[in-house]
């Protein structure tokens, strides 16, 4: 998945926790674990590219409680995760 904005990154699922850095425009970054807020909104535990193995890094909101995703998939990207993942 590749942000399509600049996300602010949490260390842990709650907004109230501690910044934890930012997501570029474009970034790519593997998608580790999924979770729903109370207001509906999509969080994703993710860690960024090539950091999979060390569990996840932040989180940032995937899907806003209106809808609108900050995140595109990249087909391909999801091919070569899928492929790196079942050689393993």
Do not use: C, H
Not at 4 to 20: D, G, Y
């Amino acid at each position: 998945m590749s942000a399509v904005k600049a996300l602010q990154a949490r260390a842990e699922f709650e907004l109230t926790s501690a910044k934890a850095g930012e997501i570029a425009p474009g970034a790519s970054v593997y998608l580790l674990s999924v979770r729903q807020t109370s207001d509906l909104a999509w969080r994703v535990g993710f860690a960024s590219e090539g950091e999979e193995e060390g569990g996840i890094k932040a989180w940032v909101t995937a899907i806003t409680k209106d809808g609108l995703e900050n995140f595109k998939v990249s087909v391909s990207a999801a091919l070569q995760q899928a492929a790196a993942a079942a050689a393993q």
